[in-house]
């Protein structure tokens, strides 16, 4: 993983200390604070993955084991049937159905669209470019409550309450000025050259983006639409106020609403158990894209820090 | 930052350059038009329907009614929700966005220690970052739970009385508990990693030098590290707080404001105005005055950014 590659780059000023002698007290030491070092690094590991262990547990416990006192660490017997449990109390399935929806095509709208825009800002000259790009940088301060309301008002006049396009149409219009801003300064990295030779061969702007940047910016593309997907899915507000309909929510309000009614036990015990396994089920598909782009991922983060 | 020379200016020059030039401006705003569209349908347009029901009386249902600087007048003298709403959402950011870049830094340091495992530490960091915020709610919500959940065990088993903190249901800890769950996100997701990759682009030189004139660990910390850092400190402190002082998500869902207000953030305050009670000229003063707030103190945030910020490239 990209970790060891970062971390090795400091191995060398390791092996350049002498030990002076192995009963010397510095080497001595030096093992001493590894030593604290990895105690460090590992407890505060239990620490941060604590709650998802918690978590994992009590999605596998019955209803009443969660209220025992004082706390069980480990389920008595495991119940995996609480997984399917929540597909059939609440509309999980389709929950999932239009997160993924919703997440997919948003991001594709999102990505090639911040790609054409960041083209656009990185490859072409005119008038008022600069302006336009840090007009595009400070929209990241400006807080959705002030946009929120006029855009409520809007989509209720044209019909869009309770439909999708309020969460996907606008990502077709450049998505972000993070995105729009991590694919500038992608493209500004690919040496000119490569457009001018293309241009000599007679290629056009849109081939050039298509032909040539857009092969060599694949990492970058990767990132950018890993990034999108992983904020929608996890996107709160905009789904909150513009759907209302149970069957049309994403899994972000679905699981708050599971949560407001979980607590009242319409049979014999409250539901806390499959919360769990709900939290769980939303969680898991981000950590697996996580786990399969990570390479790109990291290097896409570090990028948008770095370069800014 | 932004002087590229394109193609057309090294190629030699035909008559007919200024065509060029007007060809090469008029392919830019087509690939620009999306964003061009979008920012006038979604942000300046709104923006500027917003400015105007700032100063109107708007219930949805009738036309609005302007009403002049009344709503603003209301806001500062008559909501009793406005000021404390404003500075709980301050002083959450002001102690979750410096305790977290601490823990990033340390994190990040951490992790650029050669340790064996250093992916999987740097993974297991990286987790929390990755769940919704829903999510996180929810599991913090149990984690905390005052009679039966894991933290509360663990406070009465240590201290050995029955005391233990109500969380999200006592007005005194619903604001530490959220403050908690921030962290846990966010001290090892973006902020750690781009700490890590600043770490690395400190020259070694520089610590060989520090060495040299005889610097120990907290010197070469001191002198070095933190000087070659302060551009990314900067960067990560400037977001930290914008992220910060827009919470709403996670105080919704945990808390929802309570309990007694005491988590009522001021993004749930424009919340309830504009889509509980629908006084949305109300909440568009609200969410004007916030954004006026959030802008001057990212501008201050910069100017004072020269006096301590060091751009290694920079030729003074």
Do not use: C
């Not at chain 1, 439909?163 to 000119?192: C, E, N």
Request: zero cysteines; charged letters at 10%.
């Amino acid at each position: 993983m990209a970790g060891e590659a970062i971390a090795s780059g400091r191995k060398q000023t390791e092996s350049g200390i002498h030990p002076a002698g192995i009963f010397q007290s510095a080497s001595f030491q030096r093992a001493i604070g590894r030593g604290i070092l990895y105690l460090v690094a590992i407890s505060s590991s239990a620490i941060f993955m604590f709650p998802f262990v918690w978590t994992v547990l009590s999605s596998l416990k019955r209803g009443g084991e969660l209220f025992r006192f004082p706390p069980t660490w480990l389920p008595e017997v495991p119940q995996f049937q609480n997984y399917p449990k929540v597909f059939e109390i609440v509309s999980w399935a389709t929950w999932t159905w239009n997160s993924t929806f919703v997440a997919i095509v948003s991001t594709f709208g999102a990505v090639l669209t911040a790609a054409l825009v960041g083209y656009s800002f990185a490859r072409f000259r005119y008038p008022a470019r600069d302006v336009l790009f840090i007009i595009t940088l400070s929209t990241m301060m400006l807080p959705v409550e002030v946009t929120l309301i006029p855009l409520y008002l809007m989509f209720a006049k044209i019909g869009w309450l309770d439909t999708y396009r309020p969460l996907i149409i606008p990502s077709f219009f450049g998505g972000s000025a993070f995105l729009i801003f991590l694919m500038r300064q992608f493209f500004l990295s690919i040496p000119i050259d490569l457009d001018e030779a293309a241009r000599i061969d007679g290629a056009g702007y849109v081939r050039i983006f298509w032909q040539i940047l857009m092969p060599l910016s694949i990492p970058v593309t990767a990132t950018a639409a890993v990034l999108t997907f992983m904020s929608q899915w996890n996107e709160f507000l905009y789904p909150f106020i513009f759907l209302n309909t149970k069957t049309k929510y994403t899994l972000a309000i679905g699981i708050r609403y599971f949560q407001a009614v979980a607590g009242f036990a319409d049979d014999t015990e409250p539901k806390y158990h499959l919360l769990m396994a709900a939290s769980v089920m939303m969680t898991a598909p981000i950590i697996i894209i996580f786990f399969l782009a990570q390479r790109y991922l990291v290097q896409g983060i570090v990028m948008s820090g770095i370069k800014g | 930052m932004t002087t590229e020379a394109t193609a057309s200016s090294r190629i030699p020059l035909p008559r007919w350059t200024t065509n060029l030039r007007t060809k090469e401006a008029i392919a830019g705003y087509i690939f620009l038009s999306p964003w061009l569209l979008g920012i006038i349908l979604f942000i300046i347009g709104p923006m500027m329907t917003s400015g105007f029901l700032s100063f109107t009386r708007y219930d949805v249902v009738n036309p609005p009614d302007f009403v002049g600087l009344k709503n603003f007048i209301e806001i500062f003298t008559k909501d009793r929700l406005f000021w404390p709403s404003m500075m709980l959402t301050f002083r959450y950011a002001l102690i979750v966005v410096p305790l977290s870049l601490v823990g990033a830094l340390s994190a990040a340091m951490l992790l650029n220690q050669a340790l064996r495992g250093t992916a999987w530490f740097r993974t297991f960091f990286f987790l929390p970052h990755l769940t919704p915020i829903v999510a996180s709610a929810v599991l913090w919500g149990w984690i905390f739970n005052a009679d039966v959940g894991p933290i509360n065990h663990w406070i009465r088993t240590i201290t050995g009385s029955d005391n233990a903190p109500g969380w999200f249901r006592d007005p005194d800890w619903a604001m530490t508990g959220l403050i908690i769950m921030a962290m846990w996100g966010a001290i090892g997701g973006n902020t750690m990693l781009i700490f890590l990759a600043g770490l690395q682009g400190v020259p070694q030189e520089l610590y060989d030098a520090a060495v040299v004139d005889g610097a120990g660990l907290w010197a070469k910390f001191r002198n070095v590290t933190i000087p070659m850092l302060t551009p990314t400190i900067f960067f990560n402190m400037v977001l930290g707080i914008i992220g910060a002082l827009k919470v709403f998500a996670a105080a919704f869902v945990a808390t929802q404001g309570g309990p007694a207000y005491a988590t009522w953030f001021y993004a749930l305050h424009i919340y309830t105005r504009a889509f509980q009670y629908f006084e949305m000229g109300y909440a568009s003063a609200l969410a004007w005055i916030f954004f006026f707030v959030l802008f001057v103190f990212t501008y201050v945030q910069f100017r004072q950014s020269r006096r301590w910020v060091y751009y290694a490239g920079e030729v003074d």
